[in-house]
């Protein structure tokens, strides 16, 4: 089993593009003064208790504020929680338009898979962390063109949208129109992959004083090494703000993505015989496509937005935010048996296999705030209530069993050899046969009280919040062709429900406290939180309703913000519980005796660690962020399932700096670099069949330059060279899928 070489990446069409667009501008534009394309102008914003303030430019990496922990806007040095913000800036430079990109900058955080459209892999301090839009759980994937800033908050807080994870959330805050009126097209060319991503957006004001608008179009298109792989994304997005008085607006936005990829798998597991079971991984493979090239997968998410905001006095604001969702999946792939393992003859058996999925969510928000003083106490009360009805309804469809002896049906399969594959090509009408259709309906509703008090003349801020929720399940309908029926176990099986389906209460709270040991520089922070993960789902064996998995965590730190707001930091220490973890039955199988439960209840899974961030501005040239964690999560219970938990890996950091000429002959020039590291994590336990996995440590290197100038007139240019993973690190990602390697990117920007 040797490692490929990684193939050589042609570099001279990237820098032969940058250094022509560069030679063509002027040396008279040199002495003028740089505009940054990225400086956003001044959102339109009625409650600015709910918003944040934008970063000046000179601070454009740097949030002082967020909305993550209060669901307000507050000063980070005034929640009892440890907060990272990315701001659009940041990403923009270094070019993180994935969330597995973001996420190596986050201390605590594991970044998962890159290219998947989903949000697996990704955990917080150990745990898979919800990732919100705008505070909402269904809605459209997070996509660069449109968000405005990552909000990313540890611990189990599920007091502030609901369902939540011991390791925290993730939250992205979209971009809302602008007073100013603002023009940008951005095209970037990546030297490796087919790399290319188009956008262009407007803002500003339709009529003065009263009517902005924002418009969006992105496209993004990429592959790998992978064989086959591609993928690529379509944005559109518009919204507008009406503002009907001083007191109230009404804003209204709608967004569709369509994604379109040609999927790629692992690589292919080592098998053996007597007893069959996997060794290790077929290197010699690393770069073939186990779903070859007819694997089709697209996916259309569509939204609407209506966000209204009202200030009933100086004192009492309220906002009602209601939002649709709907998502079309459909995919055809060839399915491989239990571990995509390669069979001792040096082949893989597959058997086509076709999904068709539609989801739809109505979803809303409400928040009442009060702000008052009694003596001299300041006092903050947020009443808010949440709900959110989704349907799913998911079929899968695979070719129609024949008969192979007088007693057994079985479905045709298709035997490939991955060193000269012949992919045949199966059309929809061959795959013909339901083999599982579900059709559910999941409602959820909740309301908190969330209390923040102010105390000796604000050096001490104090939180108690309180949140009830009742989630309930229907399934609708059901169909598996996966049970037995005597020796012929590939006719479906439909599994007979009432409708009634399930329902689970779920009580979280959150504690906590800030103190100004001296002033904002140096704040002392604890909180004490719970949350819960609704399982809502039956015991196929027992019929018994699974409890949700519920949570506890403890955290306390020290956080600040010095030289007037230049330098934010933040250290914390943490300890994290998941109880009523549904661990699966060994001993299950649609086989098993009636009464035989599909799940072990009362699991139990703890992390353990610290965590360090800071951002510094320090000076109008030079910005630095660093960050590193220690994450200790185990399974703790049962005894015999104790061992680390997947993904988790024990020690991460990163270290971002970027440097601007702002004087002298090369004023606009921009300098940047960052290395994150990653140590090594469980990919996977290992079983009777599959060997135990762990991936190793990986550091990557990325770096930009770049170069802003004002051209006669209000044009902007902004060009830059950016250098993903630098050294050509060769590594998995944690879907077991190579990742890409170097990849030189060229952009260029005009703003007007």
């Known amino acids: 089993m040797n490692h490929p070489t990684p193939p050589r990446r042609p570099v001279f069409r990237a820098l032969a593009t940058t250094f022509a667009l560069v030679a063509l501008v002027p040396r008279s534009f040199s002495q003028a003064t740089p505009t940054p394309p990225t400086a956003e102008p001044e959102d339109v914003v009625t409650l600015r208790e709910f918003q944040v303030s934008a970063a000046r430019a000179a601070s454009a990496y740097l949030a002082t504020e967020s909305t993550a922990g209060t669901r307000t806007g507050a000063k980070l040095t005034e929640t009892p929680y440890s907060v990272q913000v990315l701001t659009n800036e940041f990403m923009n430079d270094f070019q993180l338009f994935e969330m597995a990109d973001q996420l190596r900058y986050v201390a605590g955080a594991f970044s998962g898979a890159e290219d998947t459209g989903a949000n697996n892999g990704r955990t917080l301090r150990g745990f898979s962390p919800p990732v919100l839009r705008d505070g909402f759980s269904r809605a459209n994937p997070p996509n660069r063109a449109t968000v405005d800033r990552v909000e990313i908050i540890r611990g189990p807080v599920s007091t502030l949208y609901g369902q939540s994870s011991p390791g925290g959330l993730i939250n992205y805050v979209s971009k809302r129109a602008k007073r100013t009126p603002r023009y940008s097209l951005t095209a970037t060319l990546g030297d490796s992959y087919g790399f290319q991503r188009f956008a262009a957006d407007a803002t500003g004001p339709l009529v003065k004083d009263k009517l902005f608008y924002y418009a969006v179009y992105a496209h993004d298109y990429t592959d790998s090494d992978l064989q086959y792989f591609s993928n690529q994304k379509d944005l559109y997005a518009a919204g507008v703000t009406y503002v009907l008085s001083p007191r109230t607006s009404l804003t209204a936005s709608w967004e569709r993505q369509v994604i379109e990829s040609n999927q790629g798998d692992t690589i292919p597991i080592l098998q053996v015989a007597a007893p069959t079971r996997s060794v290790g991984i077929y290197w010699d493979l690393a770069t073939y496509n186990i779903m070859g090239p007819h694997n089709v997968l697209d996916r259309d998410f569509e939204s609407g937005n209506l966000l209204v905001e009202h200030r009933f006095a100086p004192t009492l604001i309220a906002r009602l935010n209601l939002q649709t969702y709907d998502k079309d999946f459909t995919e055809n792939q060839y399915r491989y048996g239990s571990g995509n ?252 005796l009636p009464g035989t439960p599909q799940f072990i209840l009362g699991g139990q899974e703890e992390s353990k660690g610290g965590e360090v961030d800071a951002r510094w501005n320090v000076n109008p040239s030079l910005y630095v962020q660093a960050g590193g964690s220690f994450v200790d999560a185990n399974v703790t219970d049962p005894v015999d399932a104790r061992d680390r938990l997947a993904k988790a890996p024990r020690y991460g950091g990163y270290l971002a700096t970027r440097y601007v000429i702002r004087t002298g002959p090369w004023k606009g020039l921009r300098f940047g670099a960052s290395t994150s590291y990653t140590s090594d994590y469980l990919f996977n336990r290992g079983t009777a069949t599959r060997f135990r996995q762990i991936n190793p440590a990986v550091v990557l290197h990325n770096a930009f330059v770049g170069y802003t100038w004002r051209a006669p007139g209000k044009l902007t240019h902004h060009v830059a060279l950016n250098a993903q993973n630098l050294f050509d690190k060769f590594y998995l990602q944690d879907s077991f899928r190579l990742a890409r390697g170097r990849e030189l990117r060229v952009t260029y920007t005009v703003a007007y």
């Open 341 to 592: 393992a390669l069979l001792a003859g040096g082949t893989m058996t597959a058997e086509a296999f076709r999904q068709n999925q539609d989801e739809s969510a109505h979803l809303a928000q409400a928040d009442l705030l009060w702000t008052g003083q009694t003596g001299r106490v300041k006092h903050a009360l947020l009443l808010a209530a949440d709900a959110n009805l989704y349907a799913l309804r998911n079929m899968t469809f695979v070719a129609p069993p024949v008969r192979t002896s007088p007693t057994i049906n079985r479905r045709p399969t298709y035997v490939i050899n991955p060193f000269a594959p012949v992919w045949p090509k199966i059309p929809d009408a061959d795959i013909s046969q339901v083999f599982q259709d579900t059709d559910r309906e999941i409602t959820t509703t909740g309301a908190l009280a969330s209390h923040r008090m102010f105390l000796l003349d604000g050096r001490c801020v104090t939180m108690a919040g309180l949140r009830y929720d009742r989630v309930k399940n229907r399934k609708l309908s059901a169909l598996a062709a996966t049970a037995v029926v005597g020796a012929n176990n590939q006719i479906p099986v439909v599994t007979v429900t009432d409708g009634s389906g399930s329902s689970e209460d779920a009580l979280s709270y959150t504690l906590g406290a800030n103190y100004k040991l001296r002033g904002d520089s140096l704040v002392w922070f604890a909180n004490h939180s719970t949350g819960f993960e609704p399982t809502v789902s039956i015991d196929t064996g027992t019929q018994a309703v699974v409890p949700n998995e519920t949570s506890t965590g403890l955290e306390t730190g020290l956080k600040g913000s010095l030289f007037n707001d230049e330098l934010s930091w933040t250290a914390s220490v943490f300890t994290l519980k998941k109880n009523d973890v549904a661990l699966s039955n060994p001993a299950f199988s649609t086989a098993a």
